[in-house]
């Protein structure tokens, strides 16, 4: 515990003296930036909350990531239900749609040269997001509907969904997600 507040004191000063922009841009340094990756399934969430306590202030990072699969940490696909996160900068008013249309976009240049790759096909649209109490529904339309069910590939391509809608919503809105469903022009899609 100890330790933790003398790093946090250490990361704030840096954001202080060095002028970052943002406290993530001032922990790149410690906790990695845009290359920084983690394994996380349905089950395994990840924050890194730091805190001050007292009469000092509390600061709480927030991560934004999107969810791809990786051949350097999977090179034979053989996990199909696990993706890797990669992050990003910036949030924006509507972070699950933007971070989905991000995911859609698919892996940048850098990213692929690391090994990241998309299961979901091309031309793949979100229509619309829709948020309710603890669930979330993505209508798509395009190429998802190519998936064939239960295969390798559709099971990760809903994985990368599932968790980049989840964890936005989780991180950026501070929403509890219990179910995220896809949906093909109105119609609930089966991976």
């Known amino acids: 515990m100890k330790k933790t507040r003398v790093l946090l004191v250490v990361v704030a000063l840096s954001f202080v003296l060095v002028g970052c922009s943002n406290l993530s841009e001032a922990l790149k340094g ?33 991560y934004n990531n999107i969810f791809f699969g990786s051949a350097k940490y999977d090179p034979d696909k053989k ?17 699950v749609e933007n971070n989905i249309k991000l995911l ?18 091309e031309g793949t649209i979100l229509n619309k997001v829709v948020i309710e109490d603890e669930k979330i529904v ?21 994985q990368q969904i599932v968790m980049t809608a989840k964890y936005a919503a989780e991180e950026q809105l501070s929403k509890k997600v219990e179910m995220v469903v896809v949906t093909v022009n ?5 991976f």
């Open 186 to 190: 109105g119609k609930e899609f089966k």
């Open 104 to 121: 859609l976009a698919g892996p940048t240049e850098k990213w692929k040269s690391a090994g990241y790759y998309s299961s979901i096909p």
């Open 138 to 158: 993505l209508d798509f339309s395009g190429n998802i509907s190519n998936l064939v069910a239960g295969s390798c590939e559709a099971r990760q391509a809903k």
């Open 79 to 95: 996990n199909c239900s696990t993706v890797y996160w990669v992050h990003i900068s910036g949030v924006g008013e509507n972070p």
């Open 30 to 62: 410690k906790f990695g930036g845009e290359d920084n990756l983690n394994t996380l399934d349905e089950n395994n969430n990840q924050t890194m909350p730091v805190e001050k306590t007292g009469a000092e202030v509390k600061a709480v990072i927030k």
